[in-house]
């Protein structure tokens, strides 16, 4: 499976970017998938994941209310759609997949990128104050 993210850019604070992961080379509609983003000199950190049917979605706090995780699985995609960014939102954001297909997991689960097999290159986001 290879993941393909796209959609970062340069932003001013305040304002909004759509990032999309496409799947290649096997189907990923049926996988839980996540967005996790790496600052420079910070660790990876989880931003948000989606459960396999689409129904459960999940933020970390620093996220939570501003961003949004979707789910295409017609076109084996996922969307996260970041709106009011803030400075702090600058990182490089990685989607990942899970290789179990329509599985269920503990919530704290699915926060964590062991759960996840498949990578993303990355896409840059900055945003500028």
């Known amino acids: 499976v290879q993941l393909q993210a796209s959609g970062g850019g340069l932003v001013q604070a305040g304002g909004s970017l759509r990032l999309s992961c496409a799947a290649s080379g096997r189907s990923v509609s049926s996988n839980v998938m996540g967005w996790f983003r790496q600052a420079p000199g910070k660790e990876r950190e989880f931003v948000a994941s989606i459960s396999w049917s689409g129904s459960m979605t999940y933020y970390s706090d620093s996220v939570k209310g501003r961003f949004t995780i979707s789910r295409d699985n017609e076109k084996d995609m996922v969307t996260l759609q970041m709106n009011s960014l803030k400075p702090e939102d600058t990182a490089v954001y990685y989607c990942?997949?899970?290789?179990?297909?329509?599985?269920?997991?503990?919530?704290?689960?699915?926060?964590?990128?062991?759960?996840?097999?498949?990578w993303g290159q990355g896409t840059q986001v900055t945003v500028s104050s």
């Open positions: 990942a997949a899970d290789k179990r297909a329509r599985t269920t997991y503990g919530e704290h689960e699915y926060t964590r990128s062991w759960l996840y097999d498949y």
